[in-house]
């Protein structure tokens, strides 16, 4: 096996260089793709360090939003997505215009989440109940989604960005845990859409309480993507990146991490004398698993899955995201 990877690795080199290619990886990919990568990091940083760099193609293993980030960032740039099929739950949860289809179940699990998206909603039915109230769009939204919203927001930025916007209510869209760890922490009246991460929704109480149990000395970490329920019970709260700093400046020397287990990758790398430890074994996502070394040089060989978005979508979403950009 080791031959194999290294094997693949090589092939993967060899495209980059004749291609002017840079490969960016979610912190939550496979640890042998966070190891090709040229960049590791959260979806909108990537995207972010994409649009600065000289290169022709972007080789986004992540899922596919993420890839639209990109394109809307480096719109001069061919974006290619390794496994067309990576998709996000969570950003799909939401349309537009039309109520997105019911979904019941969800591969890859012995023991899935059934979960319905409301019915009777979309973005824009929301907006006309609420007229003149700002919607805050996470970034794991669809471009489309983030063209029809007046500010984008990030897990790290989230308070600070309602805390900008004028009025005393906003629209958080598409996360609900997210959407109540902020009317935790501002004092806006937040209308929130009834979506979430599958991979953060399933952590319960009783899940921390059994981790520090068999981890008594740990620091418990968690995304703002879990129940405010559980985030109630953690010693710290913060995004992903935030999670890689605090580790980095801690004095503690083993943390439970409360998010998806790709992240401990990184973590272990950059930190090799802490220990870290899943707040779930089973906190996977399938979509972010997808991509392979072998998906990677296919994307190279045939230049497949170009993610593009269209000018007229394009424009709007970096403006909801230039203007999150410009907050201090």
């Not at 000395?217 to 995304?223: C, I, K, L, N, S």
């Amino acid at each position: 096996m080791p031959s194999e990877i290294t094997s693949l690795q090589e092939q993967i080199q060899a495209f980059k260089q004749q291609k002017r290619a840079i490969i960016l990886a979610h912190n939550y990919q496979r640890d042998e793709v966070q190891d090709i990568a040229d960049f590791v990091g959260d979806s909108l940083e990537l995207s972010r360090i994409a649009a600065t760099k000289e290169c022709e193609i972007i080789v986004f293993c992540g899922v596919h939003f993420m890839a639209e980030s990109a394109s809307i960032l480096s719109p001069g740039k061919k974006v290619l997505l390794p496994e067309e099929n990576a998709l996000c739950p969570m950003a799909d949860m939401i349309r537009v215009d039309a109520p997105r289809p019911v979904i019941n179940s969800f591969p890859g699990f012995d023991t899935p989440p059934s979960y319905v998206y409301p019915p009777e909603f979309s973005l824009r039915d929301i907006k006309r109940k609420y007229p003149g109230v700002p919607v805050v769009a996470y970034v794991n939204t669809t471009a489309d989604i983030k063209a029809e919203s007046d500010i984008c927001c990030t897990s790290a930025n989230v308070v600070k960005v309602v805390e900008s916007l004028p009025g005393e209510q906003v629209i958080c869209i598409p996360d609900k845990n997210l959407s109540m760890w902020v009317e935790r922490n501002t004092n806006k009246k937040v209308i929130a859409w009834d979506g979430f991460c599958h991979v953060h929704e399933r952590v319960t109480p009783d899940d921390i309480r059994k981790a520090r149990a068999e981890h008594p000395d740990a620091v418990v970490m968690a995304h703002p993507e879990c129940r405010i329920e559980v985030l109630e019970m953690v010693d710290h709260v913060t995004s992903t990146s935030g999670m890689l700093r605090f580790a980095t400046s801690s004095n503690a020397k083993e943390f439970i991490v409360g998010t998806e287990i790709g992240l401990m990758h990184r973590m272990r790398n950059e930190n090799p004398d802490k220990i870290f430890y899943p707040l779930r074994k089973d906190m996977i996502c399938p979509n972010m698993k997808k991509t392979t070394l072998q998906s990677i040089i296919r994307a190279f060989r045939e230049e497949s899955h170009l993610v593009k978005v269209p000018e007229h979508i394009r424009v709007p979403a970096k403006r909801a995201l230039d203007r999150m950009l410009e907050i201090k």
